[in-house]
């Protein structure tokens, strides 16, 4: 499979959050504003590309040769909490007010399956070096997709006269489902 192929099927066809529902709680839970999903998304993009760095080279120059492979759930928790620190830390550092706004989500995204997936993904497709940094590039851009788009459609539905039984949970369920089913048109093409 090209790079390009790769990168497409990680993003649209085969999509984190709308095909396999992984990531759902930063989806619901930050995807009230759509400047607070951008953020979100980049946050998780960064730690989805140097995750899928890291978790390679241990696996491969680590865990295989030592036979180790045992310990590559741990390993991988370990790399995605660290880097979580990280971006944790940065954002704390550089912008208050967004920290603010991500709240608890920010260090929640150390439990964010989508991020163990893309680790988990990579080593049972036995992707090459290359490939997995596009997987993980092609999935947190997918993800950042996923949550502006429904970050987008909650803003303007905070100007539509919503039926009172459809405010709030409900209707956010009813418009992933929706974009899930969008999203499942996509579905063989690669």
């Not at 709240?103 to 929640?108: Q, W």
Request: with cysteine; net charge neutral; proline share 3%.
């Amino acid at each position: 499979m090209s790079y390009f192929l790769l990168f497409f099927s990680a993003a649209i066809v085969n999509n984190f959050v709308l095909s396999y529902f992984l990531g759902i709680c930063p989806f619901v839970g930050v995807s009230k504003k759509v400047s607070s999903a951008v953020s979100m998304g980049l946050a998780v993009t960064f730690v989805m590309l140097i995750s899928s760095v890291v978790t390679w080279l241990i696996y491969h120059l680590l865990l295989v040769p030592f036979e180790m492979e045992i310990l590559e759930y741990v390993s991988f928790i370990l790399v995605i909490a660290s880097l979580v620190q990280l971006v944790e830390m940065f954002i704390r550092k550089v912008s208050k007010p967004l920290y603010d706004t991500m709240g608890i989500y920010l260090p929640l995204i150390t439990t964010n399956c989508a991020i163990l997936g893309l680790a988990l993904f990579s080593v049972l497709r036995n992707y090459g070096f290359l490939e997995s940094v596009v997987f993980g590039l092609g999935a947190g851009v997918g993800f950042t997709l996923a949550l502006v788009i429904m970050a987008g459609i909650r803003e303007e539905l905070e100007l539509a006269p919503v039926p009172k039984y459809f405010q709030g949970a409900a209707i956010t369920m009813i418009v992933a489902g929706g974009l899930a089913l969008a999203f499942m048109g996509f579905a063989g093409m690669i």
